[in-house]
């Protein structure tokens, strides 16, 4: 049986992940969603529930990571006309 790396590291990364997070706040999960115009960050919870938009009106955001610690997601953005680095608190506050 031939195992794919990339998934079982992906996998452990994962795991690795949500258990870096506080212990008294619940999982949540980073989404991406692209079209062909608008590429937003939304936030939800573990269970794929409550998912609302990290930010307000965005254009073309991506790649967001949480921080090790849940504050922070990082993230990058075409906003200012070129791919720059960003940093907002999770709750959406603090760009």
């Excluded at 990364?13 to 949540?28: D, G, K, Y």
């Excluded at 692209?34 to 939304?42: F, G, H, K, L, N």
């Excluded at 919870?45 to 965005?58: F, H, I, K, W, Y």
């Amino acid at each position: 049986m031939r195992i794919n790396r990339f998934a079982l590291a992906t996998a452990l990364a994962f795991t690795l992940a949500l258990q870096t997070f506080r212990a008294n706040e619940p999982a949540r999960l980073l989404i991406h969603h692209i079209s062909p115009a608008v590429s937003t960050i939304c936030i939800a919870n573990s269970d794929g529930t409550g998912e609302r938009p990290l930010l307000g009106a965005s254009t073309l955001d991506y790649n967001a990571v949480f921080s090790p610690d849940g504050v922070w997601v990082a993230f990058t953005s075409e906003r200012n006309g070129s791919a720059d680095l960003y940093r907002v608190r999770a709750d959406g506050s603090g760009l």
